[in-house]
């Protein structure tokens, strides 16, 4: 929806996201891709985990939104997340693979939403209400911080 207003969400910027994380990791091998910038900090393919399940995260706040659910958002413990799924040994293919899966399907529902679906509203696990609209648009912001992520690792494990 390209709507009018507060609730103005971008569809086509949503989807794009895939092609940018696509892009931050082309050329680079699977050591690079491994690689910790230091102990105690994650891999590029650990941030890509981290955003495949922050998607899952997202995908399901929509839905509850949706349903006018009376229960709080959840959060998730993203270090443990990607800790305890050996999220380093995953496949960035696989990893990315799932992530477009996710944003196509989210984004066959986005166009079939009406403002008035934009304007629901949920609780967040900060105790925060949020439009759907609001959620969204955060998701796609948060891609860009680890986007700027990906490229900080990337400086560093090319000087080592």
């Known amino acids: 929806m390209s709507g009018s207003g507060i609730l103005n969400v971008d569809i086509q910027l949503y989807l794009s996201v895939y092609d940018q994380l696509k892009l931050a990791v082309a050329g680079l091998d699977e050591e690079q891709l491994k690689r ?44 443990p997340w990607v800790e305890g799924q050996r999220a380093n040994e995953s496949g960035v293919s696989d990893l990315l693979d799932a992530y477009a899966a996710l944003l196509q399907y989210n984004a066959v529902l986005f166009r079939r939403l009406t403002e008035a679906d934009w304007e629901k509203t949920g609780v967040n ?6 439009t759907l609209a609001s959620v969204v648009n955060a998701f796609t912001a948060h891609v860009q911080t680890h986007l700027a992520q990906i490229e900080r690792i990337k400086t560093v494990v090319a000087a080592v």
């Open 125 to 130: 696990f900060k105790g925060e209400t949020v």
């Open 36 to 79: 910790k910038e230091a102990p105690g900090k994650w891999s590029i393919t650990e941030v890509l985990a981290h955003l495949a399940d922050h998607n899952i995260v997202v995908s399901f706040r929509i839905r509850e939104i949706l349903a006018g659910s009376d229960k709080i958002l959840p959060g998730f413990a993203q270090d």
